[in-house]
């Protein structure tokens, strides 16, 4: 009897363990209830999302001009057309990589960029020059109306290609690539960009996480730590951090320039939104500035610039 029992627990403990690392694997594969961002095989599934800790009123903090009556596109950005439009990028990692406080820096960092290039601040604006971010939805008054000849992405007859969106866009090539990745034609219609807020967002957060060449990382990469310099890099001053989202952006307009205006109008306003998320400018990070950066791209018409 006794030797019975012992070869029943055998067999139970040889069933046990034959399935260990099966249901170690299925617990491994185990999806979180947390909501939208868990849907997909996105690895970022349970991490804070951006509306865990970027509220509406940190949203009207941030932009808290936006709608006065001087401004040039009041009504047209709001909380909801971010949200909507961070949507999308979130599983890929755009707020959801590392702790809460990277999350929370990289929004700041991409807002920073955004409040700067669509700011019409100045020195004795009321509550100051940072606090006039999303002041505009296109430039007012092109100088040019940057056609450019090109194989791939010629100019469509009627259409202007000046800078339109959060991250400002310009030029023919540059409204094809982005279209192109958001699947929608821009390069026929520019305007789009200028009449819904959750498209300009989402350009300019296609913007932020894709590079626009290939072996280059994107402004997220270099941010959050992704991207890994070759010894090229290091030689061009490049090394991950805000700075080099100013490369990546905006090349030799802004950077390796020494600590001109508009790189530190830039550096501004992501420090201000820090302050006003709460993570404090103090956490910044290394390599805040691009004065000393060799241009990834030199000498090229930006997309942002």
């Given amino acids: 009897m006794m030797c019975g029992r012992w070869a029943v627990a055998a067999a139970v403990l040889a069933l046990m363990l034959a399935a260990g690392p099966a249901a170690a694997k299925k617990e491994k594969e185990k999806l979180c209830d947390k909501g939208w961002e868990c849907k997909g095989p996105s690895k ?25 009556p001087v401004a040039h596109a009041v009504g047209f950005w709001d909380y909801q057309a971010f949200i909507t439009a961070a ?3 979130q599983p890929l990692g755009f707020g959801t990589t590392g702790g809460k406080k990277m999350q929370m820096k990289e929004v700041a960092a991409f807002l920073g960029h955004v409040g700067s290039k669509t700011s019409c601040g100045y020195g004795v604006a009321t509550g100051g020059p940072l606090a006039w971010g999303l002041c ?28 339109r969106g959060a991250l400002p866009v310009y030029w023919n090539y540059n409204y094809g690539v982005i279209g192109e990745g958001l699947n929608i034609d821009l390069l026929s219609h520019p305007e789009f960009l200028e009449q819904n807020a959750t498209l300009a967002f989402q ?36 090394l991950p951090g805000f700075g080099a989202t100013m490369n990546v952006l905006y090349g030799d307009l802004v950077c390796g320039q020494g600590y001109i205006d508009s790189m530190n109008n830039i550096i501004s306003h992501y420090q201000y939104y820090l302050d006003l998320m709460g993570v404090g400018r103090e956490f910044s990070g290394d390599n805040l500035d691009c004065a000393e950066q060799v241009a990834f791209n030199p000498s090229g018409k930006s997309a942002t610039s």
């Fill in 87 to 89: 949507a999308v990028y």
């Fill in 136 to 163: 505009y939805n296109h430039e007012m008054s092109p100088s040019q109306d940057y056609c450019a000849d090109n194989y791939q992405y010629p100019c469509t007859p009627g259409a202007q290609y000046h800078g």
């Fill in 203 to 238: 350009a300019a957060m296609w913007r932020w996480m894709n590079p626009m060449k290939k072996k280059q990382p994107s402004a997220h990469d270099v941010f959050v730590g992704n991207w890994k310099p070759t010894k090229n890099d290091t030689l061009s001053k490049r």
């Fill in 44 to 68: 970022y599934c349970c991490n804070d999302t951006i509306t865990d800790f970027f509220q509406v009123y940190q949203f009207e903090n941030l932009f808290s001009k936006r709608n006065a």
